[in-house]
């Protein structure tokens, strides 16, 4: 018998609210995928506020649920399970989903699991291409996570082989943005300037690729102060800055990093597949890097379309049906949010 | 019918289940669960609320109401009692009815003269409200530095309101049998937030 499973997710600035249905065969069907986002709240400030974050959660929390219901064609007394989000994230926006989660799970008499955002990240690709070859390799790129991240098991089994040192590189995206007076947030308006402009016209450092970096590790701070300093320079000289290769050449520096790093750790662990999720996956050059330099090296390929890349309530889900379907025992419901959950722990 | 209380606005973890009268309006506390623990609102309220509920020897289905503090209130787990009491009126589907906090402490005032309400609202500051002798608000809910009040005649320091006070806040909204109002939660303060100003330059020269 199918099992309906509720994903609740608030753990930065997206109150998200998700419904699969899970299949005998363990395939997990998508139903419902409702989001509120803060986002406009916090562009004045350039970064996401976490007190803006927490207030806009308890806000759109059973909003959002309800949207959810409705969206499905669900009654609450349909659902099997809840998952939520229990970390990592900001601790004040953990809690508004956390608790919600522990009262629609007292409520509706269903066990609840506190499952790991990151891992959720990752999850949700079944939802849109099927089961995950075990071992897969994952590429988690977001406003707050850059991570490689090697996946022998989604409900139980994910180890960190790399990620940043510094900032993620969703955040020198929006600091190159601001630095280029284009809007927050930095991804999309770069990518766009990045269409029209040479990808090659300046050369930005890459970071941690020397012979004695971490192999996997990744740093963006440096590129972002890099391009700062070419910015000023031309400033100084009194040029009009050339904002579209300034966006290229940047952007290619973030691509070829990345792509690079998760390719060859691909081929080192030989891994066949390639999961690129978070926000920063919907990042056109990103997308079509990794396709040419996978094809490349014969690994498959999948990046969830952007809507699933970004946070939203039916990655928990997917992954609670993950987990559920693993036969794990559920989170005690006295469980707290964790707000730096390591990815190894997939579920409390 | 049965009622469930809850206020975690103040370092207090707080469920508790009141009986009240549909005829008289007489209220009766049946079971409670408090923890003093300013950073378990997330961790214990609904082990509270369940706790409660089948102390009261009753489930969560059998509940006809919920009441729910609202603040103000200092710690980022007010909004996990609020959000608590929305999600338990959606899933059970009963109405959830906004408490001001300290009209819920102000319940518990003895009668007599004219009192003000104040809690800790961190800061140095206080969260206080004025009420006159039959317990109705004048004035408030604001938040100030202690010595910029003016003097009051009586002023109640309970720390945090009980399951009893907060239900007989709601009573009245409770047993019109109206729609309740929003839970909207008084924050009475702006979220610490600046905007950026000028970037900083990297270079030296």
Redesign the interface.
């Known amino acids: 018998m199918s099992r309906i499973v509720m994903g609740i997710e608030s753990s930065c600035d997206e109150t998200g609210v998700g419904l699969v249905r899970l299949h005998d065969d363990g395939t997990v069907e998508l139903l419902a995928d409702e989001v509120a986002s803060s986002v406009e709240q916090h562009a ?3 970064g996401v ?1 976490p ?2 974050a ?2 806009a ?2 806000e759109a ?2 909003p959002t ?2 949207r959810a219901f409705a969206t499905a064609g669900l009654e ?1 007394s349909d659902v099997d399970a809840i998952a939520v989000t229990a970390g990592p994230g900001l ?2 926006a953990l ?2 989903g ?11 008499g269903v066990p609840l699991y506190g499952v790991n955002h990151l891992a959720g990240h990752i999850a949700v690709d079944t939802l849109q291409h099927g089961p995950l070859p075990a071992p897969a390799l994952a590429l988690l790129v977001s406003g707050g996570h850059t991570q490689l991240l090697r996946v022998d098991d989604i409900a139980g089994k994910i180890t960190e082989i790399g990620s940043t040192v510094d900032d993620a590189a969703g955040e020198a995206y929006d600091k190159v943005a ?2 280029l007076e284009l809007p927050y947030p930095g991804g999309p308006p770069i990518d766009k300037a990045a269409k029209n402009g040479d990808p090659t016209a300046i050369a930005f450092p890459r970071g941690m690729t020397g012979p004695r970096d971490a192999r996997f590790d990744f740093s963006f701070s440096g590129l972002k ?1 890099a391009v ?2 070419w910015v ?2 031309a400033q ?1 000289r009194g040029e009009e800055i050339p904002v579209d290769d300034v966006a290229a050449s940047f952007q290619e520096a973030v691509a070829d990093v990345l792509t690079a790093k998760a390719v060859r750790a691909a081929t080192e662990s030989g891994i066949g597949t390639l999961v690129i999720s978070g926000g920063v996956a919907a990042n056109s050059r990103l997308s079509s890097l990794a396709a040419e330099r996978c094809e490349a090296a014969g690994i498959e390929l999948r990046v969830p379309r952007p809507r699933l890349c970004t946070d939203n309530g039916a990655m928990i889900a997917a992954l609670g049906a993950h987990v559920v379907a693993a036969g794990c025992a559920p989170s005690s ?5 964790n707000p730096a959950l390591p990815v190894s722990t997939v579920s409390l | 019918m049965l009622v469930l209380a809850i206020d975690t606005a103040t370092l207090a973890v707080t469920a508790g289940v009141v009986s009240v009268d549909r005829e008289t309006g007489a209220a009766r506390p049946l079971a409670e669960r408090v923890t003093l623990d300013a950073r378990a609102h997330g961790e214990l309220l609904t082990p509270h609320v369940l706790d409660a509920v089948g102390d009261a020897g009753h489930g969560l289905a059998d509940l006809d109401a919920i009441a729910c503090g609202v603040g103000p209130g200092p710690y980022t787990g007010l909004r996990a009692g609020m959000v608590t009491a929305a999600a338990l009126s959606h899933s059970l589907g009963v109405p959830a009815y906004p408490v001001c906090t300290l009209d819920a402490i102000a319940a518990s005032a003895e009668p007599g003269e004219p009192f003000r309400v104040l809690t800790d609202a961190r800061r140095r500051e206080v969260y206080w409200a004025d009420y006159d002798a039959e317990g109705r608000r004048l004035d408030g809910p604001h938040v100030d530095k202690p010595a910029e009040l003016t003097p009051a005649a009586r002023v109640l320091d309970h720390e945090q309101p009980t399951p009893l006070g907060i239900v007989e806040a709601a009573k009245a909204a409770i047993l019109s049998g109206a729609q309740p109002d929003p839970l909207t939660p008084l924050y009475l303060r702006r979220p610490d937030a600046t905007e950026p100003g000028t970037r900083k330059r990297v270079s030296t020269s």
């Open positions: 004045r400030f350039g506020v007190e803006v927490s207030r959660h308890l929390m059973v649920a309800q609450l601790a004040g809690l508004v956390v608790s919600a989660a522990k009262a629609y799970a007292a409520a509706l601001r630095l102060t700062a300093r000023e320079a100084r419901l006295d469980f707290s949010a």
